[in-house]
């Protein structure tokens, strides 16, 4: 499918005292998106831990402690997401969730799934210092493509679109839209991966969807302040906003942002634009240095 409604969320981190209100909340969310007919769902970077919440003070206010709480719920939090998906007939890219791995590190994931199950998922490759320092997070090795009834789809976790080399080799793997969930706790946080997301986009002549967490959660040691707008971010030429920015949200205000895409574009302005940064890319290894 070349053309598709898409649902790219601004939200907002939660307080439950019981597992059931995040039931509720999660479907409500996506209920919502299906009902306006979106085929691709983003949920951002770390809205997962909201879980949190369901574990007490004591578990909450530790950044260690509630990483390790959250991996009983690590199952049943999959399988709900996948019979969502096979509900509504969707594609779902949900809150990236700390995810244990065998040699006890914790790696940041975001799980794609289908109406057919979990297709792959993404590991945040780049850390923060926050992340690295104080919250212990590792980084993840592989660049992945993810292949989907709507094409070849690459996701990079927040601080991950920062830096140009990941998502030039994605999309030379053939994906044509980029997906980046973040989490930031400023302004110049969440302009730092804005300004990575169109610089994605101009680059590599590609859709870049952004889905912020938003909102205050003075309770959470992890995820207390949040800001961020969600945008869709296109190539800068013909047929394209001047600005690159095909939607974005109002400031703090939750709820979805829509946009419909046309991945036959995506090509169209490679071939046809007024300029070719995609194709000129290689170009720029060649050049002497000073």
């Known amino acids: 499918m070349s053309v598709f409604k898409l649902a790219t969320a601004q939200y907002d981190i939660g307080f439950f005292t019981q597992w059931e209100e995040f039931v509720d909340k999660l479907e409500s969310w996506v209920s919502n998106a299906?009902?306006?007919?979106?085929?691709?769902?983003?949920?951002?970077?770390y809205g997962s831990m909201e879980l949190a919440s369901l574990f007490g003070e004591a578990i909450y206010s530790d950044l260690n402690k509630q990483l390790h709480a959250m991996q009983t719920l690590l199952p049943k939090w999959h399988?709900?997401?996948?019979e969502l998906a096979k509900r509504y007939n969707i594609l779902i890219l949900a809150s990236s969730f700390p995810t244990e791995q065998s040699d006890g590190r914790f790696l940041n994931r975001a799980n794609l799934f289908s109406p057919d199950g979990l297709i792959d998922y993404q590991d945040k490759l780049m850390m923060t210092?926050?992340?690295n320092e104080q919250w212990h997070i590792s980084g993840g090795e592989q660049i992945k493509v993810i292949d989907t009834d709507l094409g070849r789809i690459g996701i990079h976790i927040c601080y991950d679109s920062e830096f140009p080399m990941i998502a030039n080799q994605q999309v030379a793997a053939g994906a044509d839209i980029l997906l980046v969930p973040s989490c930031t706790d400023t302004q110049a946080g969440f302009h730092r991966v804005r300004i990575g997301c169109q610089a994605r986009a101009l680059e590599n002549q590609c859709y870049v969807v952004q889905s912020p967490t938003?909102?205050?959660?003075?309770?959470?040691?992890?995820?207390d302040i949040n800001t961020g707008r969600a945008s869709v971010y296109t190539p800068v030429d013909y047929g394209f906003p001047d600005n690159g920015i095909l939607v974005e949200g109002k400031e703090n205000e939750a709820g979805w942002v829509y946009a419909t895409v046309d991945l036959t574009e995506i090509a169209r302005i490679r071939e046809e634009g007024q300029v070719f940064n995609y194709r000129d890319w290689p170009k720029q290894f060649d050049l002497k240095g000073l």
Do not use: T, Y
């Open 79 to 82: 399988d709900l997401h996948e």
């Open 129 to 131: 210092r926050f992340e």
């Open 214 to 223: 938003i909102g205050n959660a003075p309770w959470s040691e992890a995820v």
């Open 34 to 45: 299906a009902q306006q007919n979106a085929k691709l769902l983003v949920f951002p970077e």
